[in-house]
């Protein structure tokens, strides 16, 4: 069964800690995303990457930082430099011509 | 640069109306266009893409969506709204050219269908 997988579903972080936001997908798609999204408002690009071991910044990288060591993972870590990470985050994937596939979010919160 | 716009925030139609939701397009070349649905807590799901052919397109839902190439436009439509269409909305397209991001969305409209 193809997708995208995104855990944990909800995250808690302490003040001043690092934490790591799974995306696993089995579509064989080369593109991926992570996005956040507050209460309300619309997508932020925050790193995309097209093809394993390489990624860029989009428009809001400050206090992340990603990985593509396989084709299938793209983690993300919200690091301490993040002095606002309390947010809905979206992991996507997309080949050239057909629709991008999401996942289903990770709702994180600092406590 | 690339841009996609849906000029309204909000739109509120009354349940069993036609119901639109407006997004417009800046992006070089010839696109790939597509709406995504989000309902609270959710990914976004697709809901139908425009890729070429005929410029009316029909999606999930009983959506769908009129392509006009002059205008830049991709206006997402339904004849008749239901309540379970209340989501917030979202414009996408996709250029067809690799080694960059090539993916960009409008910053959504929040549909309510009032019973």
């Known amino acids: 069964d193809g997708g995208i997988t995104q855990s944990p579903k909800y995250l808690f972080r302490k003040e001043g800690q690092n934490v790591t936001l799974s995306c696993e997908q089995n579509?064989?798609?080369?593109?991926m995303y992570w996005y956040r999204q507050d209460p309300g408002q619309g997508l932020r690009l925050i790193y995309y990457?097209?093809?394993?071991?390489?990624?860029q910044k989009g428009d809001i990288a400050e206090g992340y930082s990603v990985s593509r060591e396989k084709k299938e993972s793209f983690p993300l870590t919200v690091t301490s430099a993040q002095k606002n990470p309390t947010a809905f985050y979206l992991c996507?994937?997309?080949?050239?011509?057909?629709?991008?596939?999401f996942g289903q979010g990770t709702r994180l919160t600092v406590v | 640069a690339q841009s996609v716009a849906q000029p309204e925030d909000q739109v509120n139609v009354a349940e069993g109306n036609p119901l639109t939701v407006k997004c417009t397009y800046s992006v070089s070349g010839n696109p790939y266009l597509f709406w995504y649905v989000q309902y609270p807590n959710r990914g976004l799901q697709f809901l139908l893409k425009y890729i070429t052919g005929d410029n009316l397109v029909k999606g999930s839902y009983g959506f769908e969506a009129e392509f006009n190439k002059s205008q830049t436009s991709f206006h997402l439509k339904k004849p008749s709204a239901l309540v379970s269409d209340s989501a917030l909305y979202f414009c996408?397209?996709?250029?067809?050219?690799?080694?960059?991001?090539?993916?960009?969305f409008g910053t959504g409209t929040r549909l309510t269908v009032i019973p």
């Open positions: 579509l064989n798609h080369d593109a």
């Open positions: 996408a397209v996709s250029l067809p050219w690799g080694g960059a991001n090539n993916l960009f």
């Open positions: 996507a994937t997309h080949r050239e011509g057909t629709e991008a596939f």
């Open positions: 990457s097209q093809i394993v071991n390489d990624f």
